[in-house]
């Protein structure tokens, strides 16, 4: 059991930028990989960063390349979003997921990876 809570989601204006943070209590031991997903309304939950456990390999779909990036603190049990340059279509609830395997990219992994999740955070662009 892997209890995680997201935090610092909010309102910013369109090139703006915001860090959510993501703690993981409980059986924070056995978390490998980490990711973020997000889902705004009517539409599939996506995958926005990974990570693996030690830190050093990251992914990212086109639509947030080069604008976000996914970092992790171990030794507080933490993983972090860092979002710039945000764009409306940005506007989604953000998800912290953890996996007890670990990560080797290439491919970003899907929901089904994942075996804990946080509650979200809403994170909402204006133009």
């Known amino acids: 059991q892997v209890q995680l809570v997201e935090s610092g989601g909010g309102l910013v204006q369109a090139g703006g930028s915001l860090r959510l943070s993501c703690a993981a209590s409980g059986r924070a031991f056995s978390v490998r990989a980490m990711g973020w997903f997000r889902q705004a309304p009517g539409k599939e939950r996506e995958i926005v960063a990974a990570i693996n456990r030690s830190g050093g390999s990251t992914s990212y779909p086109d639509s947030v390349k080069g604008r976000f990036t996914i970092s992790r603190d171990n030794a507080k049990n933490t993983v972090y979003l860092q979002m710039n340059s945000l764009k409306a279509e940005d506007t989604a609830v953000y998800y912290c997921?953890?996996?007890?395997?670990?990560?080797?990219?290439?491919?970003?992994?899907?929901?089904?990876?994942?075996?804990?999740w946080g509650q979200g955070t809403q994170v909402t662009v204006s133009s």
């Open positions: 997921a953890a996996s007890g395997s670990d990560y080797i990219g290439f491919t970003l992994p899907p929901p089904s990876f994942y075996s804990s």
